[in-house]
């Protein structure tokens, strides 16, 4: 049986992303391995094993396009109204909460924000199918 294990996204500015999803998703360096030519940072945090795999390529100066394939990472959270108000302090400039309904019942609630290299981050209230 397979199992995910992490998902890798480009990014600019390691510093600048690593103290992003330290302070939005409570991730910190599980392990960082340094090449010749990028870096690979790997974040977790102790509620899952999934880890997100940041890759620094050394020389890239222009931002990443993200072109029409990518959409977003979600996070499931206990409380997100709690978790948009942090974000907020934080400047991290979330997106409204929204409902998305189905059948005449509350599938999901949920917010976007936008790590510093434009990468959406889905933040779902746990919920039914998300949790």
Request: no cysteine; proline share 3%.
């Amino acid at each position: 049986m397979a199992k995910a294990i992490h998902m890798m996204i480009r990014v600019l500015d390691e510093a600048k992303s690593i103290d992003f999803y330290r302070n939005a998703l409570g991730l910190e360096i599980a392990d960082r391995f340094d090449f010749d030519s990028f870096t690979l940072v790997y974040l977790r945090n102790p509620e899952a094993d999934f880890e997100l795999e940041l890759t620094i390529n050394k020389g890239q100066a222009e931002p990443y396009t993200h072109g029409t394939g990518y959409g977003h990472i979600a996070v499931a959270v206990d409380d997100l109204d709690g978790e948009h108000a942090r974000f907020t302090s934080l400047g991290l400039n979330p997106a409204d909460i929204k409902e998305f309904h189905r059948d005449g019942a509350l599938m999901a609630r949920f917010f976007f924000v936008q790590d510093p290299d434009g990468y959406k981050i889905e933040m779902l209230q746990t919920h039914g199918r998300y949790r």
